[in-house]
T-cell receptor, first 112, second 114 residues
Framework: DGGITQSPKYLFRKEGQNVTLSCEQN?????MYWYRQDPGQGLRLIYY???????QKGDIAEGYSVSREKKESFPLTVTSAQKNPTAFYLC???????????FGDGTRLSIL | AQSVSQHNHHVILSEAASLELGCNYS??????LFWYVQYPGQHLQLLLK??????LVKGIKGFEAEFIKSKFSFNLRKPSVQWSDTAEYFC????????????FGGGTRLMVKP
């Protein structure tokens, strides 16, 4: 079945540590996205990529970094510069501009 | 910057009651509009979408939404809810001059009592 796989499902980070969240899709979609979901705030866009080797900042990119070396993969690194990283992170992909987005199951990140 | 408002954060209904969830957005140009649903323990999935044409769009599971351009609204409706509709609902807007960026509302948690 085609879809989006996010791993791990739960992740714990120590203060000052960088962590990388994985997102893989086998839908052959060009565009991929990372969102952060906090209670009562909906989803906020962190980064998105419309094509391999290209990505743009979203509304809350500070403290995060991404790469898009392969079409099917869009990893997100939460750096130590992100002061409030505890959240639920969702990865999505879409076939093209303005098309509906398909979501993964998410990764819940907590700080120890 | 575009913004999306969902006025009801929590809604509690009994089965068979009618549902209307409000969604308003701030952008004045051409938009695509979406409603997504997140059932407990499941990933976000598309409920319905509006791109152009008939402003009344029908989605899965008996849901529909009406795009009223003059009111910048895209309210979600269902005439008779079921217990299985318990979920969180998100309205989202894609403004055509904002590239591929989707702006989400804060979500509405719906609880349907059996």
């Amino acid at each position: 079945d085609g879809g989006i796989t996010q791993s791990p499902k739960y992740l714990f980070r120590k203060e000052g540590q960088n962590v990388t969240l994985s997102c893989e899709q086998n839908l052959n979609h060009d565009a991929m996205y990372w969102y952060r979901q906090d209670p009562g705030q909906g989803l906020r866009l962190i980064y998105y990529s419309q094509i391999v080797n290209d990505f743009q900042k979203g509304d809350i990119a500070e403290g995060y970094s991404v790469s898009r070396e392969k079409k099917e993969s869009f990893p997100l690194t939460v750096t130590s510069a992100q002061k409030n990283p505890t959240a639920f992170y969702l990865c999505a992909s879409s076939q093209g501009t303005f098309q509906p987005q398909h979501f993964g199951d998410g990764t819940r990140l907590s700080i120890l | 910057a575009q913004s999306v408002s969902q006025h009801n954060h929590h809604v509690i209904l009994s089965e068979a009651a009618s549902l209307e969830l409000g969604c308003n957005y701030s952008y004045g140009g051409t938009v695509n509009l979406f409603w997504y649903v997140q059932y407990p323990g499941q990933h976000l999935q598309l409920l319905l979408k509006y791109f152009s044409g008939d402003p009344l769009v029908k989605g899965i599971k008996g849901f529909e939404a009406e795009f009223i351009k003059s009111k910048f609204s895209f309210n979600l409706r269902k005439p008779s809810v079921q217990w299985s509709d318990t979920a969180e609902y998100f309205c989202a807007v894609n403004a055509h001059n904002a590239g591929n960026m989707l702006t989400f509302g804060g979500g509405t948690r719906l609880m349907v009592k059996p």
